[in-house]
């Protein structure tokens, strides 16, 4: 009787076996780099203008909602358009070094290109508006921004830590009044928090995968 195999087709099989093993590694490697933060819990973030919100938040007391205007009704809290920044600067420190892209990107049109500090990969749903009108304060998921002279992310943003929140929110709820209140705390949040689940209608199903995977 013949031979059926080829000689070296075990050799063949292997390198085929070596190759689908190679291009897996190769996909996971590109998906992870793909989808991680380009920027690291706690690590500033440069930007083209060294906005400080210790100074704005934190010494001269701007709310957040003067800057990030969409942030109760959008999906996203969106970035201050130039003409928000001129409403001051305009008229304060025209002359510094530091803000010499913001007046001549005024002047000239020409965008300023913020870096996002803040970025979930493009299969998670989120809105930023239903976590705001659910009682969940600024400071829960971006930590003292008040304190920050130059923005970072506070929290990894990771699917575990999500569902951590989205498994026991009663723990991190707040009134609504108090959202934009970086220094509140609750005296009793078990007690608060379980209250406030009722009486904003918290959904029981926060953890199914349909809600941040549509």
């Not at 085929?16 to 793909?34: K, N």
């Not at 007391?61 to 969106?78: K, L, P, Q």
Request: one cysteine or more; proline letters at 6%.
């Amino acid at each position: 009787m013949g031979q059926v195999f080829h000689p070296r087709f075990g050799l063949y099989v292997q390198l085929a076996l070596l190759a689908v093993l190679v291009s897996l590694v190769c996909g996971a490697l590109i998906w992870r780099a793909s989808t991680a933060e380009p920027h690291g819990v706690g690590e500033a973030v440069e930007q083209p203008v060294p906005f400080s919100h210790k100074h704005h938040v934190g010494d001269d007391g701007i709310d957040c909602r003067y800057c990030h205007s969409s942030v109760e009704t959008s999906a996203f809290a969106g970035i201050p358009p130039l003409s928000t920044c001129m409403t001051c600067h305009s008229q304060l420190y025209t002359d510094t070094a530091a803000l010499k892209p913001v007046v001549d990107s005024w002047r000239h049109g020409v965008a300023l290109h913020w870096q996002r500090v803040h970025q979930l990969p493009d299969f998670v749903y989120f809105n930023h508006s239903i976590h705001v009108a659910k009682g969940v304060g600024c400071v829960t998921c971006h930590g003292r921004v008040d304190g920050m002279p130059l923005t970072w992310r506070a929290r990894p943003l990771s699917m575990q830590w999500c569902l951590d929140c989205h498994r026991a929110p009663q723990k991190y709820l707040r009134p609504r009044n108090k959202v934009f209140d970086m220094t509140w705390q609750a005296k009793d949040q078990a007690a608060l928090g379980m209250a406030l689940v009722r009486r904003y209608q918290i959904d029981t199903r926060l953890s199914d995968c349909s809600v941040c995977h549509r």
